[in-house]
């Protein structure tokens, strides 16, 4: 690989997590960063779990949500969320 894709990945990157619009580009961006060096065996194992981790990690975040979304009676705004886990009986 070049050098001009490494800095796109790292330009990429750094403008996806200055500007917070999409955490899962972030995550796009670092994974190909982790793997950047596919012929080394460490680069290939870090690869591997942060992938593994980050999928993971998404995945108990959206079930949170969805518990959330469901305990509360199917509301998305903040105080109806609010109000319906006071008012859960579990």
């Not at 050098?3 to 670092?30: D, K, M, Q, Y």
Request: proline share 1%; charged share 15%; net charge negative.
């Amino acid at each position: 690989m070049t050098i001009a894709e490494f800095l796109l990945f790292v330009l990429t990157a750094t403008l996806r997590e200055i500007f917070l619009c999409a955490p899962e580009c972030f995550n796009l961006c670092s994974y190909l960063l982790f793997g950047y060096t596919k012929k080394d065996v460490g680069s290939n194992e870090a690869i591997t779990k942060y992938l593994l981790m980050g999928r993971a990690s998404s995945s108990i975040l959206v079930h949170g949500f969805s518990w959330l979304y469901g305990s509360s009676g199917g509301e998305i705004e903040l105080q109806e969320i609010v109000n319906g886990l006071i008012n859960t009986n579990v």
